[in-house]
């Protein structure tokens, strides 16, 4: 087996060098493997390492190569198997030809989204496997509760969805004067103070595709299990490339960290609301663009899709 790398009017795809057929990602077996003879593609040991998070500062900073706004293109490209002419969509960077079903990655344009992907979570369920939860889920009263109603699934796409992780950590003193009045009707007042620290995470999806109460069920995130990026692992499946920018995504996670923080600080001083100074340092802020492996589809069932 073999890899054929990238030029920059082809995009990259794997190959078999038995059988000449083309190879994608095999969940059941977790290698790139072909699809005709199911021989194993001979590829360099996969990064087994946790992902080095980017810092956070500098790519937040207002300069051109950490623009806001980037153009979303549709890209043509010659498949490298049968030289139709493959489509990829405005922001999918991967995709399968429609003509010899060929799995392809294209390349990076300058046009494309400022940063890359630096982790993603491997699929590790195959179709076959997501078929049959689906059909369990689909007979569960808290499922789709269909009970004998007859279900007739279309194909599943596998899918990567781009998610923001962002960590910080926090060191915040506070000081806060309480009052309240004892059963017997005397004034009380206490000056209290103290210290709240520790780390935070929080997650932001970086795709507008799917809508965002689809989303919230998808939650949690097996991000635990992510490894550095690497192309194989996207062989055979639709990548999104992210559609919320990093200044957008990190927007919207600082109210929810303020929110952590004050709740913290609110349980920490015993009081119903945050105390009256605070002194917050924020530090090790770091983030990671994840892609998250899903499979999309739909079903009929009485009558409705």
């Not at 199911?38 to 087994?48: H, M, Q, R, T």
């Not at 892609?291 to 009558?303: I, T």
């Amino acid at each position: 087996m073999e890899f054929t790398g990238e030029t920059p009017s082809h995009p990259h795809t794997y190959r078999c060098a038995g059988c000449g057929g083309v190879a994608s990602w095999q969940a059941r077996l977790q290698h790139v493997g072909c699809v005709s003879c199911g021989a194993a593609v001979d590829l360099p040991p996969a990064d087994a390492r946790t992902p080095v998070p980017f810092p956070l500062v500098p790519y937040l900073r207002d300069s051109p190569e950490n623009r806001r706004v980037f153009t979303r293109t549709r890209v043509e490209r010659p498949c490298p198997t049968c030289h139709a002419t493959v489509v990829y969509e405005p922001g999918i960077a991967g995709t399968t030809c429609l003509a010899c079903g060929t799995p392809l990655l294209r390349p990076r344009l300058e046009s494309d989204a400022p940063l890359a992907p630096n982790a993603v979570v491997p699929f590790r369920l195959s179709e076959a496997d997501a078929r049959e939860r689906i059909r369990a889920w689909s007979t569960e009263v808290s499922g789709g509760d269909l009970g004998s109603a007859r279900m007739d699934l279309g194909r599943l796409r596998p899918v990567y969805l781009p998610y923001w992780l962002f960590s910080i950590y926090v060191h915040c003193a506070w000081r806060t004067e309480v009052e309240w009045t004892e059963q017997d009707g005397e004034r009380r007042r206490e000056v209290r103070s103290g210290v709240v620290e520790g780390g935070f995470e929080e997650i932001e999806p970086g795709a507008s595709s799917v809508p965002a109460a689809l989303l919230k069920g998808l939650a949690p995130l097996a991000l635990d299990t992510a490894v550095p990026f690497d192309p194989r692992y996207l062989a055979g499946a639709t990548v999104e490339q992210y559609a919320v920018s990093l200044w957008d995504a990190w927007d919207g996670t600082r109210e929810r960290f303020n929110a952590r923080i004050d709740s913290a600080l609110t349980k920490d001083a015993r009081t119903w609301t945050v105390p009256d100074e605070t002194w917050p340092s924020w530090s090790k802020e770091v983030g990671t663009l994840t892609l998250v492996p899903l499979y999309v589809g739909s079903y009929r069932a009485r009558g409705q899709t």
